[in-house]
């Protein structure tokens, strides 16, 4: 059965000045070697003056083509490099070749892949592949890196608010003042989604010309470029964040916002994360605090124009229940105002005891008698077995004092903290009624650790230390 063979051929107009690899001596070698082999010449493919850098090349597609269609057996090129210079390229051709039972060979050279050594040979290559590959990322991640540090344009594409000209970014001063907004609707409370939706509300023109979502505006918050910073090794290319790759320099275009404004929106965005994702926004302060009695968390909602905390494991929650807002709210003031006009009454809780006013001299003194035991077992004033007695009371009569001091401070130290609670709850009864929603829950945090909702019309409330 003839062997049909694909000859390609390949010259730069460079190589074919300086190096001779001229196409008709390409082909003559190629015709020679397939007369010798006694294989049939299906077609000879020939890219003039093209580049190796890239497969892009179309002698070299029409030829992957009939390979596809199985028109050929083999590919014969003079020599490797005729094929491609690139080892991925290379891997990428020689895995298309075999996918369609299709061998490669050099005319020249020690590769062929209809051979078991040609095989191993095709293992080596993915090995280099991979590692140019590798190679290629680090050498183009540490280039846009640098350029990031010098502040100049690394993003390929102009983010909301500006647009590119001549490899500059150029502020877009109507999308400007959107993001200025943004920014300060969230510093004042709102959350992203909330923001998302009054601008798609409003008919506000998106990014991409298509919705407003709360990541997209979580995206914008979070990047440096508006405060007049550039930006490297944000997300990898699968979109997720990469800890550790991004680098920001001074950038060389207007900021949109001031560099306090920037990081006072990273504060605030941390602080909104170290609770419920949603308890730093909306008009439901106890958001983030709330526990239903399946254990689930419970956030607000609206029916109507009734508002309502409800259960967020509706799915396997059995407890059927929903609290309206107004209800759990007043529960949690009536508790609260309960703890205010009740006094402190540690000390009357703490067994009755002889108060230890200057332990250091009480101690001082049981250290006198102590020597003075053993002053009088040496004069022969006093017995072996009566020195160890005395000075097992005065070791227990140590202890007393220690513990008695121990007692003492930590009874300050739970009076001080009874008494700072009771202040932050007082000052939260006070300012209740007239707060705005974000106030009241930074009144509710700053005194509530837990609120359990054991019932339609009952409440456990954990305070924090």
Known sequence: MWVRAALYLRVSTQEQADEGFSLAAQLDRLRAYCDSQEWLIAEVYTDEGVSAKTADRPELQRLLADAAGGRIDLVLVYKLDRLTRSVVDLYDLLQTFDRHKVGFKSATEVFDTTTAIGRLFMTLVAALAQWEREQLGERVYLGMRQKALEGKLVVPRAPYGYRIMDGKLILESTEAEIVRRIFARYLDGAGAVRIARELQGEGVRPPGGHVWRGNVILYMIHNPIYAGLSRWGYRTAGGARKSGREVTGAGEHEAIIDELTFSRTQDTVSSRRKVFPRAGTGRYPLTGLLYCSCGGHMTGNARGSRSYYRCLNRIICTSGYGVRQERL????????????????????????????????????????????????????????????TRLARLRNEEERISQEASLDGEEEADARKT???????????????????????????????????????????????
């Open 329 to 388: 709210e007043a529960a949690l003031i009536s508790h609260l105002a309960l703890i205010a006009e009740t006094p402190p009454d540690h000390a009357a809780k703490l067994p009755a005891r002889k108060t230890t006013t200057n332990p250091d001299k009480l101690r001082e003194a049981l250290k006198v008698r102590k020597q003075r035991l053993w002053d009088a077992y040496e004069a022969g004033e006093l017995e072996m077995e009566e020195l160890k």
């Open 419 to 465: 008494e700072r609670r009771r202040t932050l709850v007082q000052d939260l009864l006070s300012q209740w009624e007239q707060s705005t929603a974000q106030r009241r829950k930074e009144l509710v945090r700053a005194v509530v650790e837990r609120i359990d909702v054991t019932g339609p019309n009952s409440i456990e409330v954990r305070l924090r230390d």
